[in-house]
């Protein structure tokens, strides 16, 4: 069997060369990591669940029209995706205050902000991922003007369809990252959303016991991450008992 090529391995992620031309394949790996990777661990069955949950996201949002780079998923830890040009901001939507912004603003975490709002990072561990604002992402070129309001429109889109989704089944979405690419197809270029939406990209908080069900429980070192995310999948209706990785570690505290 030909041996893939390597094009990109980040924090939780690897990417290989995909079958066809402007194809990739993305390897959820069970590695995670907090604070630009200054914490570390291994979890095992994480990278099973971030692509199952992800898998599940990404299709429903493809159906309401918004544009993604996945294709589908190919097995327990793989998807097929469309080769794109990833724009260097991480757009950042919250709609409660938690993490960065209660510390930069003094809100109690758990205070739901006047309207959701929307933020942008500029992706460079080695800097830890510094906020900036439009005007820094125009003028280094980051991004144009119509990248930018085609990447707010959609990031609004995305909070209105996962705010009422995740509240169908009780969970409220406190905040969420997220990242575009440039799709390039003939003479055409469009912005489309690509990475991954799961927990380790969102805050995903029970409504009634405000348990936390994502990776606030391996940064804060409350245990249970694996058993965290099970749920959420479950709850989604996206995992079967017998589909459940089942750790050997700490156990989510309901």
Same mark, same amino acid.
């Given at each position: 069997?030909?041996?893939?090529?390597?094009?990109?391995?980040? !924090?939780?992620?690897?990417?290989? #060369?995909?079958?066809?031309?402007?194809?990739?394949?993305?390897?959820? !790996?069970?590695?995670?990591?907090?604070?630009?990777?200054?914490?570390?661990?291994?979890?095992?069955?994480?990278?099973?669940?971030?692509?199952?949950?992800?898998?599940?996201?990404?299709?429903?949002?493809?159906?309401?029209?918004?544009?993604?780079?996945?294709?589908?998923?190919?097995?327990?830890?793989?998807?097929?995706?469309? #080769?794109? #040009?990833?724009?260097?901001?991480?757009?950042?939507?919250?709609?409660?205050?938690?993490?960065?912004?209660? !510390?930069?603003?003094?809100?109690?975490?758990?205070?739901?902000?006047?309207?959701?709002?929307?933020?942008?990072?500029?992706?460079?561990?080695?800097?830890?991922?510094?906020?900036?604002?439009?005007?820094?992402?125009? /003028?280094?070129?980051?991004?144009?003007?119509?990248?930018?309001?085609?990447?707010? /429109?959609?990031?609004?889109?995305?909070?209105?369809?996962?705010?009422?989704?995740?509240?169908?089944?009780?969970?409220?979405?406190?905040?969420?990252?997220?990242?575009?690419?440039?799709?390039?197809?003939?003479?055409?270029?469009?912005?489309?959303?690509?990475?991954?939406?799961?927990?380790?990209?969102?805050?995903?908080?029970?409504?009634?016991?405000?348990? !936390?069900?994502?990776?606030?429980?391996?940064?804060?070192?409350?245990?249970?991450?694996?058993?965290?995310?099970?749920?959420? /999948?479950?709850?989604?209706?996206?995992?079967? #008992?017998?589909?459940?990785?089942?750790?050997?570690?700490?156990?989510?505290?309901?």
């Amino acid at each position: 069997m030909k041996q893939r090529r390597r094009i990109y391995e980040g !924090k939780a992620k690897i990417l290989y #060369e995909g079958p066809e031309p402007g194809t990739l394949v993305q390897f959820f !790996k069970d590695d995670a990591t907090a604070f630009n990777a200054k914490k570390h661990d291994v979890i095992e069955g994480k990278g099973v669940l971030n692509n199952r949950i992800s898998e599940h996201i990404f299709t429903r949002l493809g159906a309401l029209g918004i544009p993604t780079h996945f294709i589908k998923r190919l097995n327990m830890r793989e998807q097929l995706i469309r #080769e794109v #040009e990833i724009v260097p901001i991480e757009v950042v939507v919250r709609n409660v205050a938690a993490g960065t912004i209660s !510390k930069r603003l003094g809100l109690e975490e758990g205070t739901p902000l006047p309207r959701s709002i929307i933020e942008f990072y500029y992706k460079n561990d080695e800097l830890d991922d510094p906020m900036v604002s439009e005007e820094h992402i125009t /003028a280094f070129g980051w991004a144009n003007p119509q990248e930018i309001d085609d990447m707010m /429109a959609m990031a609004i889109r995305i909070n209105d369809f996962l705010s009422g989704m995740f509240v169908g089944i009780g969970i409220q979405l406190v905040d969420f990252k997220i990242e575009f690419g440039r799709l390039f197809e003939n003479d055409t270029m469009r912005i489309v959303l690509a990475d991954e939406i799961s927990p380790d990209s969102c805050r995903l908080w029970d409504i009634n016991s405000q348990e !936390k069900l994502d990776k606030d429980r391996f940064r804060r070192d409350l245990g249970g991450l694996v058993e965290a995310y099970t749920e959420v /999948a479950r709850r989604l209706g996206i995992l079967n #008992e017998n589909d459940a990785p089942r750790p050997s570690g700490p156990k989510l505290v309901k």
